[in-house]
T-cell receptor, first 117, second 111 residues
Framework: GAVVSQHPSRVICKSGTSVKIECRSL??????MFWYRQFPKQSLMLMATSNEGSKATYEQGVEKDKFLINHASLTLSTLTVTSAHPEDSSFYIC?????????????FGQGTRLTVV | DAKTTQPTSMDCAEGRAANLPCNHS???????VYWYRQIHSQGPQYIIH???NNETNEMASLIITEDRKSSTLILPHATLRDTAVYYC????????????FGAGTILRVKS
C-alpha cells in the first residue's frame, strides 16, 4: 500500500504552547487528507477533512481556531494544536487518499503521541 | 455516528481462519464497506474494501451478503501478529466520503 508519514511520532510540550504535526504522502498525491484524534481505549474520532488548496472542513465540536489545518500541497498537510492544554494530550493520526471518492482507499500515518504538561 | 455493528471481541486459534462479522443494515446502494485494523499504538492499516461483490487480496477476503446488510472479513490463516482491533466502516457520499470509525472488534489470536 501507499506510504503516509507523520512527524513527529512523539512530542511533549508545555501548556500554552503550540505544536505542529506534519503528515506527508510519500509516494502518491493526496488530494484529500483526514485528521483524527484517539484517546486511550477509544476509537478514532474524525476531527477534520482537508482538500488541497482549500479550507478544512471541521467536524462538529472541533474548534477550528484551536486545531489549525493547512493542506498547501498534494503531499503535505499540517495540524497545529494552538495554546495546548493537558486535555489536548492524545494520539493524533492523519490519513491520506488520492481522491475523495468513496472507492479509493485511504492510508494512515503512524500517529503522533502528544503529551501536554 | 458509525453505521456498523461489530462484536466487541473475538478469539481465534493461531493457524485457523478468523471470521469477523459486521452488520450494516442501513447501508445505501452506493456505499462501500471498508475494513481496517489497528495494532496497539499504531495508525490503522488498510485491509480491503468492496461494494457488493466478494473481494480477496493478499491479506484477507471480504464476503458481502447479497442484500448487503452484513459482511464478513476472513483472515485465512491467523497468526499472532494479526491480534488487533478490526474496524468495519461504511463509506459513502452521505458522510462526504469520510471514514468514520466505530468501536471495532478486538481480535485476539492465541497460540
Amino acid at each position: 500500500g501507499a506510504v503516509v508519514s507523520q512527524h513527529p511520532s512523539r512530542v511533549i510540550c508545555k501548556s500554552g504552547t503550540s505544536v505542529k504535526i506534519e503528515c506527508r504522502s510519500l509516494d502518491f498525491q493526496a488530494t484529500t487528507m483526514f485528521w483524527y484524534r484517539q484517546f486511550p481505549k477509544q476509537s478514532l474520532m474524525l476531527m477534520a477533512t482537508s482538500n488541497e488548496g482549500s479550507k478544512a472542513t471541521y467536524e462538529q465540536g472541533v474548534e477550528k481556531d484551536k486545531f489549525l489545518i493547512n493542506h498547501a500541497s498534494l503531499t503535505l498537510s499540517t495540524l497545529t494544536v494552538t495554546s495546548a492544554h493537558p486535555e489536548d494530550s492524545s494520539f493524533y493520526i492523519c490519513s491520506a487518499t488520492r481522491g475523495g471518492l468513496m472507492n479509493t482507499e485511504a492510508f494512515f500515518g503512524q500517529g503522533t503521541r502528544l503529551t501536554v504538561v | 455516528d458509525a453505521k456498523t455493528t461489530q462484536p466487541t471481541s473475538m478469539d481465534c486459534a493461531e493457524g485457523r481462519a478468523a471470521n469477523l462479522p459486521c452488520n450494516h443494515s442501513t447501508i445505501s446502494g452506493n456505499e462501500y464497506v471498508y475494513w481496517y485494523r489497528q495494532i496497539h499504538s499504531q495508525g490503522p492499516q488498510y485491509i480491503i474494501h468492496g461494494l457488493k461483490n466478494n473481494e480477496t487480496n493478499e491479506m484477507a477476503s471480504l464476503i458481502i451478503t447479497e442484500d448487503r446488510k452484513s459482511s464478513t472479513l476472513i483472515l485465512p490463516h491467523a497468526t499472532l501478529r494479526d491480534t488487533a482491533v478490526y474496524y468495519c466502516i461504511v463509506r459513502g457520499s452521505e458522510y462526504g466520503n469520510k471514514l468514520v470509525f466505530g468501536a471495532g472488534t478486538i481480535l485476539r489470536v492465541k497460540s
